[in-house]
């Protein structure tokens, strides 16, 4: 017989919601940048292709944004609904950084409706481009006000205990805690890495396809572009994350690598299957390079798992999420460096087949690796909702009823992404950008 368990239940509707939001979040906090880098260099170069490109992932964009708004309300309504004793205890100190992401939102929004309502109704084009700066710039704000939300649940700030109450609240401070920095900058970063390959492996695709066009081919160029620059980025932040773990939540960093014992010239493992007694088999070691991404240098002493109480290690498996986020994240990099080579060597074909099966591939992995990423961030914190202070089990509710939410928030996660399929497929599929090409004489 199944056995009612609300905490349970309440991860996994959380989770559900989670894998859904993120990837209209990601593309909601990239895309704006991309389509302002478009009509930018469409202005810059008095180019009317990257115009079109930019007018075109608008259309786009709108849909995405739409279901993005859905979903993240789904979000702040199950943090009432499922996590009450959590917002009982810590509501009041994080509810600046929630209306600031909402007011952010909203400045979007606005600023949007008035950049598509205004095509081609200045004389000067740049003024239709100031008007996507605010919208750039908001969906920036959103995505760091969240952010901060998630740091404060790993390192806790900006308040006192007194009886088990958080009082003399610090807002600032609970926002600028010390997982802000390298969180917020990683969530920013792979946002726009992942928007940049999914909109590359659209034209990729294209061009597979036959279609030689050399808007697709400007497309590719620019997506390719900004994608090997924010893949650098991300890689970076990624470094300064894992010093960040180590200082602060060793007993993450330590699950994520099956680092079971303290030691010096600790190696990275990659991938590997764990037997009894903590033993790994067929993995992947890396001399030295845990010990190099905590501290920075190759004897440095890494903190193992056996210094923790065993009531307040994360699950294992974490391991696999963050090996496929590192993996996938060195792929996306190796494939935008080497398609800006062969763009710069005249003599090389940067649209030769298996370099754009490799963008067209990471599209959908770029999405995996941002899932995988926040698999890790949140269940890397467990058994932790608010770390030292708050549980799961302390912060779920106890409502005989999350089963059927899962079941109705489910079957509107489905209606929702096969709208956004459906609209998005159609729109396209009915305006051509062959047909746009020859309604502007741009063929």
Known sequence: MFEYDPVFLSRILTGITLAVHVIFATVGVGVPLMIAL???????RNDEHYRLLARRWARGFVITVAIGVVTGTAIGLQLSLLWP????????????????????????AIFLGIYLYTWDRFKKKIYHFFILIPVALGAMASGFFITTVNGFMNAPRGFDLENGVLTNIRPLEAMFNPATPTKVAHVLSSAYLTTAFVLAAIAAFAILRGKDHVY??????????AAAIFAISTAIIGDF?????AKYQPEKLAAAEWHFETSTEAPLILGGVLQENNEVKYA????????????????????GLEEFPEEELPPLIVHYFFD???GIGMFLAFVSILYVLFAKVRKWNEWNKPLLWAIVAGGPLSLLAIEMGWFFAELGRQPWLLVGYMT???G????????????????????????????????????????????????
């Open 38 to 44: 478009a009509e930018w260099m469409g202005i810059k």
């Open 85 to 108: 004793n959590f917002m009982q205890m810590a509501g009041h100190v994080i509810s600046l950084p929630l209306f600031m992401e909402t007011f952010a939102f909203f400045f979007e």
């Open 216 to 225: 697709h081919k400007k497309a590719l160029h620019l997506t390719m572009t």
């Open 241 to 245: 994350s894992g010093k960040y773990l």
């Open 284 to 303: 992947l070691e890396i001399p030295y390079a845990l010990s190099i991404l905590a501290h920075g240098t190759p004897d440095a002493e890494v903190i």
């Open 324 to 326: 496929l986020m590192v």
């Open 392 to 394: 799961v089990e302390q």
């Open 396 to 443: 779920a509710t106890t409502s005989e009823h999350v089963d059927l939410m899962i079941v109705l928030f489910v079957l509107l996660y489905i209606v929702l992404c096969t709208t956004c399929a459906t609209v998005l497929r159609k729109m396209f599929k009915n305006n051509p950008v062959e047909k746009e090409l020859h309604d502007r004489g741009m063929e």
